[in-house]
């Protein structure tokens, strides 16, 4: 079992950046890969971005990549997403989940616990 809580949304303007913070409680945190997910509103939960339960391997989807940067403090049980060059289109509820068996892959499925979400707002 793992508790995240994200934490950093907020409202920023276009151009503009955030980071978001994920901490983590129970389970071992350097056993498994972390992902973070984004809902639109009226849209689908949609994958941002994924780290290896290392730090060493990253994917991210096509809307963020160059934008985007995922990070993870292991000494901290924290992950963080850090966002720059924000875009209205980046509007959403963004959510933290665990990977357990490290598949690092953008299915929301593969994905077992998560937070309950930090709303980000881009202004035009």
């Known amino acids: 079992q793992v508790q995240l809580v994200e934490s950093g949304g907020g409202l920023v303007q276009a151009g503009g950046s955030l980071r978001l913070s994920c901490a983590a409680s129970g389970r071992t945190f350097s056993t498994y890969a972390l992902g973070w997910f984004r809902q639109a509103p009226g849209k689908e939960r949609e994958f941002v971005a994924v780290?290896?339960?290392?730090?060493?391997?990253?994917r991210y989807a096509n809307s963020v990549k160059g934008r985007f940067i995922i990070s993870r403090d292991n000494a901290k049980n924290t992950v963080y997403l850090q966002m720059n060059s924000l875009k209205p289109e980046d509007t959403a509820v963004y959510y933290c989940?665990?990977?357990?068996?490290?598949?690092?892959?953008?299915?929301?499925?593969?994905?077992?616990?998560w937070g309950q979400g930090t709303q980000v707002t881009v202004s035009s």
């Open positions: 780290i290896s339960r290392s730090g060493g391997n990253t």
């Open positions: 989940a665990v990977d357990p068996n490290n598949y690092c892959n953008s299915y929301e499925h593969s994905y077992a616990y």
